[in-house]
């Protein structure tokens, strides 16, 4: 079982109202990610980070922003939420070595995200 | 064009059959493949990866054609637990790309 967590699992929140989605990994994995993925669609890299003080937007446009200042830690932030924003965003890391070992994401539970 | 298609299913068979899926990517720089599973409401988890010659785990096999930018999981003797959508994903230059999986239901 992978060693990464998310806080909180479901969220109900007005809009307007600034939000952020935690999560943690024990791996000790450099990168980390950010999807969001609506129901029956595939997953979009929203934001990625090959390790501390390094972050990069993903491919598709977000909001949100997310920092890196510890290795386990990756949070994602909006500060104004939106009905737009209702999704489900999951976290996952990766090492840093090269081949499939260092491609092999693991990921978090989700958090479901409402936004009303 | 998506960069990573696949047939959104659902394949219903029943116990003990075997079914193949199918997949294609668009971007012929794509450096490696995975087959990724994903259980109603969870998280994905990596089912195997595929390689070049073709691999094989158990009742699983994966196959990959880089001429015809194709990739196949073919699973044997279907267990009910094999139930899930399965996602194909492409690495290009060092992120992932998904695929909206295909769903598997299998019926006793």
């Known amino acids: 079982e992978a060693d990464i967590y998310q806080t909180p699992r479901y969220l109900v929140i007005g809009t307007g109202k600034k939000i952020t989605l935690e999560c943690s990994q024990t791996m000790g994995h450099d990168k980390m990610y950010w999807y969001q993925q609506d129901p029956g669609m595939e997953l979009h890299l929203i934001h990625y980070?090959?390790?501390?003080?390094?972050?990069e937007k993903g491919d598709l446009s977000s909001e949100s922003t997310v920092s890196r200042i510890r290795t386990e830690h990756f949070p994602l932030t909006l500060e104004s939420a939106r009905p737009s924003h209702t999704s489900q965003y999951l976290c996952?890391?990766?090492?840093?070595?090269?081949?499939?070992?260092?491609?092999?994401?693991?990921f978090g539970p989700g958090t479901r995200l409402l936004v009303l | 064009r998506k960069e990573v298609e696949q047939d959104p299913g659902p394949f219903n068979v029943p116990e003990g059959a075997t079914v193949a899926f199918n997949c294609t990517y668009s971007n012929s720089a794509s450096q490696s493949f995975f087959w990724y599973r994903q259980d109603c409401r969870k998280e994905p988890k990596l089912l195997m990866s595929?390689?070049?010659s073709g691999n094989e785990d158990g009742r699983f096999t994966a196959q990959l054609n880089r001429a015809s930018q194709y990739i196949s999981l073919l699973i044997r003797d279907s267990k009910l637990s094999d139930s899930a959508t399965y996602l194909c994903?492409?690495?290009?230059?060092?992120?992932?790309?998904f695929g909206k999986g295909t769903m598997l239901l299998v019926s006793p």
């Open positions: 980070s090959y390790g501390v003080n390094s972050t």
């Open positions: 994903v492409v690495n290009v230059v060092s992120t992932l790309t």
């Open positions: 595929v390689y070049s």
């Open positions: 996952a890391s990766s090492e840093s070595s090269a081949g499939a070992k260092g491609e092999t994401q693991y």
